[in-house]
DNA sequence: CGGGAAATTGAATAGACTCAAAAGTTGTGG
DNA sequence: CCACAACTTTTGAGTCTATTCAATTTCCCG
């Protein structure tokens, strides 16, 4: 059971460009060239209206007036913040299938960016719009459960160790979108080890080093540095339930 | 805007006795003792039913089947979940006008426990039950809330320093309950050093320290050990934004 | 291939933690 | 109303995990 929850909306035909993503965004210290960083509508279906993201796109930045919440169809997508010196916070990654956006703020709290090339669908909302039942149950569903992660989140970033984090990540990560090996189960992590030290509050280093240290351990088993086998779950589970000394 | 909505609901009068707090709970290495540690139903309004709860008494307990969702009326209550060596994680804390424990899985992930005497009012929910659209819609409003509240947690507990956890749960729970005195907005913090380091991803030590280290700055007040003055909220704001190294 | 970014590895540092003890609070009973 | 006991908070000293800064090394991608 993911985050995902799947969502049918009846919501009228948007009359406005939905977030056309402004700026080419503020990015970390080096000024990333983004090649085509917009966001093309290429049609919708009458629920939503689908759009194309390249890799680096910009769904719409923090701050922004919110008025229309995602679905992925296709792609990855990160959702972060930024702090005024420069620390970035990952909240969380979405693929195929997650929704992410909903708020009940007048704008949002973080900035929604394509990973890879991204196809997504927008569904414009506003808190007073009339709401289906069975949709607001969807969406009631669908919010409950992004706050069900953010709260795991909060844990694992409040009173886990490196191990811990990294351990809890990758089975996460396995559930999402893990293909099923022979034997164990495979993860493609379609991010960063940069993006995975701003998910798990921690830096590229200590991630590296993490991942070293469970190559070693022959937990896991890496494949270039993208294709992770994860050998031994139980092990991994042990970990990332969190067992430092082993009460449990 | 504190994460409480109002919220109202017309929902059929429960049939069971909703969570009746089974087991005094395993608590931290201590077994402190909890004079009458139970739930005590008072009567109900139609709407929901009113529950009292003495200090330390269990709500619900994490893996406890979900049924219901609380407002609390009076006290406080501390939403935590234990890790198997026995770290302690609180995810919130709430207080009068607070809404919680509404999920969309079939157990709770937390426990819910009063931390003082407390007044809650629990309304029975599934998620298949026919929602009135007005209601849908205030509860949609609550859990987004809760999700961003979450998510900003998980950025403070990912990415600040304990200076910066601390000035930014300062002005949180100013927000939510504090007093405005003559000058300075005054803070009455209803739990222990402890629940702030379990709150914040820190130990008892970390947090008392740096309550002295902003006593030194002149940053704040305190009045016995749980009342604080914020005396200089605009510092506060700029600590607690993470501009580490003054880039703001 | 070759250039440039990303990842890994190494050495030293820093911030928070652990363990320990002192000081302050609170509640209770004489 | 004071004294004592139990608990919470604060302070101190030393340690440890993750960070920072600085190389390599590896991996892509043109």
Redesign the interface.
């Known amino acids: 059971m993911t985050t995902a929850?799947a969502i049918r909306l009846a919501t009228r035909i948007p009359s406005q460009p939905l977030s056309p993503a402004p700026s080419p965004s503020r990015r970390m210290p080096a000024p990333a060239p983004q090649p085509s960083n917009r966001v093309a509508p290429r049609g919708f279906n009458g629920l939503g209206i689908t759009l194309d993201l390249s890799k680096g796109g910009i769904l719409f930045e923090e701050g922004a007036v919110a008025g229309s919440y995602y679905k992925v169809m296709s792609g990855a997508v990160r959702l972060y913040?930024l702090?005024?010196?420069?620390?970035?916070?990952i909240?969380d990654f979405f693929v195929a299938g997650d929704v992410f956006g909903?708020?009940?703020?007048a704008t949002y709290?973080?900035t929604a960016e394509a990973i890879t090339d991204a196809t997504v669908v927008g569904y414009r909302w506003q808190?007073?719009d009339?709401?289906d039942?069975g949709v607001?149950?969807s969406?009631?569903?669908t919010?409950?459960?992004?706050?069900?992660a953010?709260?795991?989140?909060?844990?694992v970033?409040?009173?886990?160790s490196a191990a811990e984090r990294l351990s809890t990540f990758l089975l996460r990560m396995a559930e999402r979108t893990g293909h099923r090996d022979e034997t164990a189960p495979v993860v493609d992590l379609f991010m960063s080890r940069t993006d995975i030290a701003?998910?798990?509050?921690l830096t590229t280093e200590t991630v590296s080093r993490t991942f070293t240290e469970f190559k070693r351990r022959r937990l896991i088993a890496l494949e270039g540095t993208t294709h992770v086998a994860l050998l031994q779950l139980q092990a991994l589970r042990v970990i990332g339930?969190?067992?430092?000394?082993?009460?449990?």
Chains 1, 2 share one sequence.
């Open positions: 929850t913040k702090l005024p010196d420069g620390r970035r916070h909240a909903l708020t009940s703020r709290d973080f808190v007073h009339p709401i039942p607001g149950r969406l009631l569903a919010v409950c459960a992004g706050l069900a953010a709260q795991e989140q909060a844990l970033l409040g009173r886990m701003d998910h798990l509050g339930a969190g067992c430092r000394h082993g009460h449990a």
